[in-house]
């Protein structure tokens, strides 16, 4: 599977999942990025001058990102200069965090709720 996300700030977003989120290059070139987020599972970044399909801005878009622990995750982004919103609980016994990617792309970042 993959998802790709069309950008009209292209390198600023690539910059987002890569340095920020510590997501991992894989198949790249200088309008599309391949980011592996779970075996047999990709996010792709693809600049919209060089591509068919135009940029949503993130409109109706929510990409749900699983991870081992949310609140580790939350700390991370702080120290790499980011300012996420504050980790809280969610309904399905969960608890994350939600944020915008330079594209305008919400994610929501969560995982299984931890003993306090």
Not at 2 to 31: I, K
Not at 32 to 52: I, K, M, N, T
Not at 79 to 104: I, K, N, S, Y
């Amino acid at each position: 599977m993959n998802t790709v996300l069309y950008c009209r700030r292209f390198p600023e977003t690539v910059a987002f999942y890569e340095q920020m989120l510590g997501l991992t290059r894989g198949h790249s070139n200088d309008w599309f990025v391949e980011f592996q987020v779970a075996p047999g599972a990709f996010l792709s970044v693809a600049d919209e001058r060089r591509a068919s399909v135009k940029t949503a801005s993130g409109a109706g878009i929510t990409l749900t990102l699983r991870v081992e622990d949310a609140r580790a995750l939350h700390a991370l982004l702080q120290t790499r200069g980011g300012d996420p919103p504050p980790v809280g609980a969610r309904p399905w016994g969960a608890e994350g965090f939600l944020l915008h990617d330079p594209e305008g792309t919400r994610l929501e970042i969560w995982s299984p709720r931890r003993a306090p």
